[in-house]
């Protein structure tokens, strides 16, 4: 699993990398969020994940697992 930071860094690499990273391997990563309106937010961080690219799963205690194709 992904910190946050970790991710965040990932998608902004892949932000400046642009086309260079577009031709590489995407791989499904995944964080938990501390709820529904924070995984949407970190799912649209530029870049912006696609249609079929992110899928959240909600937790027990509240958190949503938010899974992300980069």
């Not at 990932?10 to 990398?17: D, E, G, I, T, V």
């Not at 990273?21 to 995407?26: C, D, G, N, S, V």
């Not at 990563?29 to 501390?34: A, D, E």
């Amino acid at each position: 699993m992904l910190t946050e930071q970790d991710a965040a860094l990932l998608k902004q690499a892949l932000q400046r990398q642009g086309a260079a990273l577009a031709a590489a391997p995407k791989t499904w990563h995944v964080i938990n969020r501390p709820n529904p309106a924070a995984a949407v937010a970190f799912i649209n961080l530029p870049p912006a994940q696609q249609a079929g690219e992110a899928a959240y799963s909600n937790r027990s205690d509240g958190t949503v697992d938010t899974y992300f194709f980069l």
